[in-house]
């Protein structure tokens, strides 16, 4: 096997080897959807999950829910919109506000949906199985970074040294 130069870096590398990580469960979710036959993207499920517990959601209150930028939730509602799973209700109060729930289609999929994302929560169960402390470990980094970003902390590490 070559030499990992990001692995070599040690935390130099973290941001990349981090991204490359996301980047290969990203792609290969969505190669098990497309050889299911399957018109979801990988980060639907979320989507999906929260409406469970909600039946109507605004933009917004997705954006919040998830800590996701605004603008990059508008792009997945729309393409969900377009392959049929969310539909819209103008705000009787606000016309302005677009009230978003499942959509017929995604109620009828939902079952068979439910049983590939069983499967997916397995395989990354499998996959952290010699490292149970890693979701606690993530959950600590975003805390960490929540409280001070990445620009504040290494600002105060340049003029402080």
């Known amino acids: 096997m070559e030499n990992d130069f990001l692995m070599e870096i040690g935390v130099s590398g973290l941001t990349s080897r981090l991204k490359r990580l996301s980047d290969s469960l990203l792609y290969s ?29 605004t933009i917004t209150e997705i954006s ?4 996701l930028s605004h603008p990059g939730i508008v792009k997945l509602i729309n393409k969900m919109k377009k392959k ?4 819209s209700i103008t705000d009787a109060e606000d016309s302005r506000k677009q009230q978003l729930q499942l959509s017929e289609k995604a109620l009828k999929e ?5 049983a590939y994302w069983k499967a997916g929560i ?14 606690a470990l993530l959950e600590k980094l975003e805390q960490k970074v929540a ?9 105060n590490n ?4």
């Open 147 to 155: 409280e001070s970003n990445f620009k504040e902390r290494t600002l």
């Open 158 to 161: 340049y003029y402080h040294d």
């Open 84 to 87: 049929g799973y969310i539909t």
């Open 64 to 67: 919040e829910a998830l800590q």
């Open 110 to 114: 939902l079952p068979k949906l439910e």
């Open 29 to 57: 979710t969505r190669d098990f959807y497309n050889s299911e036959g399957l018109e979801i993207e990988p980060n639907w499920h979320m989507i999906f999950l929260l409406f469970q517990k909600n039946d109507t959601l």
């Open 122 to 135: 397995q395989t990354i169960d499998d996959l952290l199985e010699d490292n149970p402390q890693f979701m």
